[in-house]
């Protein structure tokens, strides 16, 4: 999958990001969190790709699907998923996962949802089939997208090269949850580090 998604990308560019990103969305199976820490990963030492205009098109893709879920969610119903949604991996079970979390937390679901596949997939669909206000639904799958795009591209941008397949076995062996987890902490650990070496510059340059 891994090797394909690169294929892609080194022919297609951010078109075939922003159809991927889509789609993934949509509950097409595509690996999300590999797919962006393989994109930050082409973005340094004067990689294909520039940090910049691989974020605008993630978010662009990312917001697309969650539109057309949305969409297909308030005008198909829950039956209609019910019935169909197995073919693109939305089936009964997870239906009902997201189904419960959605009336635990709301629309809160739909933005940090993104971080729990199983989930993320579905919540835009439940948001539509409760008929959530559009601008409402924006605003949380906007704010929700923002911080996944931002998160997954900034790692990736950070460790290079080895990005896709630290994410690759730390998804396949240890799970999704840690993974999470590992993300935070490396984005928090990153950010500490250079505000650490920019405030020792400054030190330098004022004594």
């Known amino acids: 999958m891994l090797d394909d998604i690169l294929l892609l990308i080194e022919n297609y560019g951010y078109i075939a990001l922003f159809g991927l990103l889509a789609v993934g969305i949509v509950g097409i199976p595509v690996p999300d969190e590999i797919l962006m820490t393989t994109v930050g990963s082409l973005t340094t030492n004067g990689g294909p790709l520039t940090l910049g205009m691989s974020f605008v098109v993630s978010y662009a893709g990312t917001m697309t699907g ?11 119903g829950k039956p209609f998923l019910y ?3 197995k073919w693109v991996k939305l089936t009964p079970q997870r239906l009902d996962l997201a189904e419960g979390w959605f009336k635990k937390y709301g629309l809160w679901t739909v933005a940090f949802g993104y971080y729990v ?5 579905f919540t835009c669909y439940l948001a539509g ?7 409402k639904y924006l605003l949380y799958a906007g704010t929700g997208a923002l911080i996944w795009c ?4 900034t790692l990736g941008h950070f460790i ?3 990005a896709p397949k630290i994410m690759n076995l ?34 330098k340059t004022t004594s």
């Open 160 to 162: 290079g090269t080895n």
């Open 117 to 121: 596949p199983g989930v993320r997939h």
């Open 66 to 76: 969650m539109i057309v879920s949305y969409m297909l969610g308030k005008t198909v």
């Open 170 to 203: 730390v998804h396949h062996y240890m799970g999704i949850s840690v993974a999470v987890i590992i993300v935070l902490a490396a984005i928090g650990i990153l950010i500490y580090m250079r505000y650490r070496k920019r405030g020792a510059s400054r030190q």
């Open 150 to 153: 931002a998160s997954f591209l």
């Open 83 to 85: 019935r169909y949604g």
């Open 129 to 135: 089939v409760s008929a959530v206000t559009f601008w």
